[in-house]
């Protein structure tokens, strides 16, 4: 049993080896063969798979800017302006009153002959990120997920390297019986495994794997949160100062940018063609296979076995012509032999295939000149394009700006004649309001003598009330005051009487000490006298020692 190949290509030569040395019909088979019209061509084609990084490199260049943008969005401050019962306004501004001033039918009577008013502008202010810039890079994110999404997926299982090998066999033999003709074509594609792809790429599909989970951290951010539902944004991105000027932002737009003209799966595949030669020990095992299958099928069908017909077609019937030119050509010798005939067909189809491989190698060279050529055209063409793009954004954005300019017109127009009509509401309202305002304010005035009024009385009042209470203090203070100061002297007498007891005993202590130190100094003094005495006895013996 073969465990490869190999071994199967070795058994089947080992067995035919007997056949092709001993028989007679084989080797008249295989000179014949040898000596035919054969054509024999064999390819190796390579097909690397090189992973195009020029994406990868983009988006990994504009992550940053991305994160950047997205940690400290951009937003703004808007109002909202609703006009509601007083009682549910929150905030009464300058606006509020502007408002009421113009809109007097928000103004009723109240029951005590002034006026309140019954509706007022309430004005919010509101934050808001509902940018168009913000709005930019929330559908770039969507995009970009996508973007990296697809071409993760065929990279990854579809960027394995090939190797296909080619061969093709074309014979015709024609004897005094029977004409032969042998066509056969094959191809073998060896694929390179999973691992094989893993290991030769491991680096490239880490840096592609590390950019997808990136960019599925910024879809689950809390700013896509935050934006999700926003109005959509297509393409052309319009070229605001701030995607324009900010270096984040304008990272941003070419990235938009590239995805917009990026077409490519992500990867390039580089083809080797290379033409194999054909050793002796690979014609031989050619040849006999061509034996083999003739013999197979000659043998079936010429077996009087019962073949079921599947399908019988009746052509028309053909027209033999009779040739109308036949061209001679002299030779020196009439006893040519066929083998040197056919040498001869063989070395003319040999040369026309060089030829015509000269002249596809030409052709070939044509093309990539006319590719390269076409690369770079295309590459102008997105130069163009990108240009196009541009003057047609600001063509839009001047559309957009005139567009805008006359609807303020017209609004301008608009809030003129309402002005007008306003003003003279204003003016009736401002006569109105200023006899109410005259009404109002006497009214006021009376009012504010009552109460002022009351508010004397009731301040009278608390003076006298604050001055009782503060004479009732002064003397409970002045009590307060004379009974501590009659403690405070029973207990200085009492402290002085303690000292003279204490000081008279000390006084006496004293004595008594100063008369025992007398008495001691007295003795001191008797005893100095006595050592005086003694001294002066002992220097005489020491005076009388001398003399002697």
């Given at each position: 049993?073969?465990?490869?190949?190999?071994?199967?290509?070795?058994?089947?030569?080992?067995?035919?080896?007997?056949?092709?040395?001993?028989?007679?019909?084989?080797?008249?088979?295989?000179?014949?063969?040898?000596?035919?019209?054969?054509?024999?061509?064999?390819?190796?084609?390579?097909?690397?798979?090189?992973?195009?990084?020029?994406?990868?490199?983009?988006?990994?260049?504009?992550?940053?800017?991305?994160?950047?943008?997205?940690?400290?969005?951009?937003?703004?401050?808007?109002?909202?302006?609703?006009?509601?019962?007083?009682?549910?306004?929150?905030k009464i501004s300058a606006d509020s009153v502007r408002h009421l001033s113009q809109n007097t039918q928000f103004l009723a009577p109240s029951d005590d002959g002034g006026i309140h008013p019954?509706?007022?502008?309430?004005?919010?202010?509101?934050?808001?990120?509902?940018?168009?810039?913000?709005?930019?890079?929330?559908?770039?994110?969507?995009?970009?997920?996508?973007?990296?999404?697809?071409?993760?997926?065929?990279?990854?299982?579809?960027?394995?390297?090939?190797?296909?090998?080619?061969?093709?066999?074309?014979?015709?033999?024609?004897?005094?019986?029977?004409?032969?003709?042998?066509?056969?074509?094959?191809?073998?594609?060896?694929?390179?495994?999973?691992?094989?792809?893993?290991?030769?790429?491991?680096?490239?599909?880490?840096?592609?794997?590390?950019?997808?989970?990136?960019?599925?951290?910024?879809?689950?951010?809390?700013?896509?949160?935050?934006?999700?539902?926003?109005?959509?944004?297509?393409?052309?991105?319009?070229?605001?100062?701030?995607?324009?000027?900010?270096?984040?932002?304008?990272?941003?737009?070419?990235?938009?940018?590239?995805?917009?003209?990026?077409?490519?799966?992500?990867?390039?595949?580089?083809?080797?063609?290379?033409?194999?030669?054909?050793?002796?020990?690979?014609?031989?095992?050619?040849?006999?296979?061509?034996?083999?299958?003739?013999?197979?099928?000659?043998?079936?069908?010429?077996?009087?076995?019962?073949?079921?017909?599947?399908?019988?077609?009746?052509?028309?019937?053909?027209?033999?012509?009779?040739?109308?030119?036949?061209?001679?050509?002299?030779?020196?010798?009439?006893?040519?032999?066929?083998?040197?005939?056919?040498?001869?067909?063989?070395?003319?189809?040999?040369?026309?295939?060089?030829?015509?491989?000269?002249?596809?190698?030409?052709?070939?060279?044509?093309?990539?000149?006319?590719?390269?050529?076409?690369?770079?055209?295309?590459?102008?063409?997105?130069?163009?394009?990108?240009?196009?793009?541009?003057?047609?954004?600001?063509?839009?954005?001047?559309?957009?700006?005139?567009?805008?300019?006359?609807?303020?017109?017209?609004?301008?127009?608009?809030?003129?004649?309402?002005?007008?009509?306003?003003?003279?509401?204003?003016?009736?309202?401002?006569?109105?309001?200023?006899?109410?305002?005259?009404?109002?304010?006497?009214?006021?005035?009376?009012?504010?003598?009552?109460?002022?009024?009351?508010?004397?009385?009731?301040?009278?009042?608390?003076?006298?009330?604050?001055?009782?209470?503060?004479?009732?203090?002064?003397?409970?203070?002045?009590?307060r005051v004379e009974e501590a100061q009659r403690d405070a002297a029973s207990q200085v007498d009492a402290a002085r009487a303690a000292c003279e007891t204490e000081v008279a005993g000390v006084r006496s202590d004293a004595a008594a000490a100063a008369e025992q130190a007398a008495a001691e100094l007295t003795q001191?003094?008797?005893?100095?006298?006595?050592?005086?005495?003694?001294?002066?006895?002992?220097?005489?013996?020491?005076?009388?020692?001398?003399?002697?």
């Amino acid at each position: 049993m073969s465990d490869t190949i190999q071994d199967l290509y070795d058994s089947f030569s080992t067995q035919m080896e007997p056949i092709q040395a001993d028989d007679r019909y084989f080797r008249y088979l295989f000179e014949m063969a040898q000596a035919s019209d054969t054509t024999l061509e064999q390819k190796r084609e390579e097909l690397v798979k090189v992973i195009d990084e020029e994406w990868i490199s983009m988006i990994e260049d504009s992550l940053d800017a991305i994160n950047a943008i997205i940690e400290k969005p951009r937003r703004f401050i808007t109002t909202e302006e609703e006009v509601v019962p007083v009682s549910l306004a929150k905030k009464i501004s300058a606006d509020s009153v502007r408002h009421l001033s113009q809109n007097t039918q928000f103004l009723a009577p109240s029951d005590d002959g002034g006026i309140h008013p019954t509706k007022i502008l309430n004005v919010n202010t509101v934050e808001t990120y509902d940018l168009y810039e913000n709005r930019f890079v929330y559908h770039l994110i969507q995009r970009l997920l996508t973007f990296v999404d697809k071409r993760t997926d065929v990279i990854f299982w579809s960027t394995g390297n090939e190797i296909r090998n080619r061969f093709k066999m074309h014979s015709k033999i024609d004897d005094a019986y029977e004409e032969i003709e042998y066509n056969v074509e094959m191809t073998v594609k060896n694929r390179q495994s999973f691992a094989e792809n893993d290991a030769d790429n491991m680096e490239t599909f880490m840096r592609i794997d590390r950019v997808r989970r990136l960019v599925m951290a910024l879809r689950n951010a809390s700013f896509c949160q935050i934006m999700a539902g926003c109005a959509a944004v297509r393409s052309p991105i319009q070229r605001t100062n701030l995607i324009m000027k900010d270096p984040n932002y304008r990272k941003c737009y070419q990235l938009w940018q590239f995805m917009e003209r990026y077409d490519n799966v992500g990867y390039t595949i580089d083809v080797k063609d290379s033409e194999m030669a054909f050793d002796d020990e690979y014609m031989v095992q050619m040849y006999t296979n061509l034996i083999n299958n003739y013999a197979v099928f000659k043998s079936l069908t010429s077996d009087d076995r019962n073949l079921t017909e599947l399908e019988s077609v009746h052509r028309d019937p053909v027209k033999p012509k009779f040739v109308k030119e036949i061209k001679e050509e002299l030779i020196a010798s009439p006893d040519i032999p066929d083998v040197e005939v056919r040498r001869v067909f063989v070395e003319e189809v040999t040369q026309a295939q060089l030829d015509a491989e000269a002249a596809l190698e030409c052709e070939r060279a044509e093309r990539e000149e006319l590719e390269s050529q076409l690369k770079a055209w295309k590459v102008q063409v997105h130069a163009l394009t990108d240009e196009r793009d541009d003057l047609a954004d600001e063509l839009d954005m001047a559309a957009t700006r005139e567009q805008a300019a006359t609807q303020r017109a017209q609004v301008a127009e608009a809030a003129l004649e309402d002005a007008k009509g306003s003003l003279e509401d204003a003016e009736a309202g401002k006569r109105a309001a200023e006899a109410d305002a005259q009404k109002a304010r006497e009214d006021a005035a009376a009012e504010v003598e009552r109460m002022r009024a009351e508010a004397t009385a009731e301040v009278d009042a608390a003076l006298a009330d604050a001055a009782a209470k503060v004479k009732a203090a002064a003397e409970a203070a002045d009590a307060r005051v004379e009974e501590a100061q009659r403690d405070a002297a029973s207990q200085v007498d009492a402290a002085r009487a303690a000292c003279e007891t204490e000081v008279a005993g000390v006084r006496s202590d004293a004595a008594a000490a100063a008369e025992q130190a007398a008495a001691e100094l007295t003795q001191v003094k008797v005893t100095a006298a006595d050592a005086a005495a003694a001294a002066d006895e002992r220097a005489a013996e020491l005076e009388s020692a001398r003399d002697c």
